[in-house]
Nanobody, 129 residues
């Protein structure tokens, strides 16, 4: 079992920045790939970013490329999402998730939300125009 707790959400003006964190406890953190997803009211959950077990590879949705950066610190059992140049359309609940690592997998493996076994409760991000 892996427990995930997100933090760092809030209200920010368009063009601003936020840094989300997700602290993990339970099983060995470095065994898992980590992802960030988001869900806006009335919309399906969508992939935002993912990072492999050692941080060596990262994947992003096209909508956030160049603005968001995912990273992890295995010594602290924490994954981060640095969000810059925020837009009103980034408003959503942001959730972190963990899935078993499968070395050599392609981007689809990390972006497909059904493969993630453990999920946090989410943190609200609201971007005002």
């Amino acid at each position: 079992q892996v427990q995930l707790i997100e933090a760092g959400g809030g209200l920010v003006q368009a063009g601003g920045s936020l840094r989300l964190s997700c602290a993990a406890s339970g099983r060995t953190f470095s065994n898992y790939a980590m992802g960030w997803f988001r869900q806006a009211p009335g919309k399906e959950r969508e992939f935002v970013a993912a990072v492999t077990w050692n941080g060596g590879n990262t994947y992003y949705a096209d909508s956030v490329k160049g603005r968001f950066t995912i990273s992890r610190d295995n010594a602290k059992n924490t994954v981060y999402l640095q969000m810059n140049s925020l837009k009103p359309e980034d408003t959503a609940v942001y959730l972190c998730a963990a899935r078993a690592e499968l070395i050599g997998s392609g981007s689809h493996y990390y972006s497909e939300n059904r493969g993630y076994r453990y999920w946090g409760q989410g943190t609200q991000v609201t971007v005002s125009s």
